[in-house]
């Protein structure tokens, strides 16, 4: 089993900076993708950005310049750094990690969600 904790979320007035955190544990041969998804109250998920392993990242153009994901393999964790925060940002972010486990089918893993809240 994969499990996915994340961290970070919390109260930020708008212009300010956040870091989300998403450490991956359990069986876990290799990570592949990483990314974040979002969701505001009333609306669909939606992708925020994405990081493959080779470190190659895709972002939703509103976020485009104001976030910036990175990834850590050795400790199987994602972030996501944002800065400039709007208040339209305020959302449930999930992280998400697909892969390989050690033994067994390969593995798709989402977070449990974590709230940010933007004051303007």
């Known amino acids: 089993q994969v499990q996915l904790v994340e961290s970070g979320g919390c109260l930020v007035q708008a212009g300010g900076s956040l870091r989300l955190s998403c450490a991956a544990s359990?069986?876990?041969?290799?990570?592949?993708?990483m990314g974040w998804s979002r969701q505001a109250p009333g609306k669909q998920r939606e992708l925020v950005a994405t990081?493959?392993?080779?470190?190659?990242?895709n972002y939703a153009e509103s976020v485009k310049g104001r976030f910036t994901i990175y990834r850590d393999n050795a400790k199987n964790t994602v972030y996501l750094q944002m800065n400039s925060l709007k208040p339209e940002a305020a959302a449930v972010y999930y992280c998400n990690e697909d892969g390989w486990r050690n033994s067994g089918p390969p593995f798709a893993s989402w977070g449990q969600g974590n709230k940010v809240t933007v004051s303007s």
């Open positions: 359990g069986n876990i041969f290799s990570i592949n993708t």
């Open positions: 990081i493959t392993r080779g470190g190659s990242t």
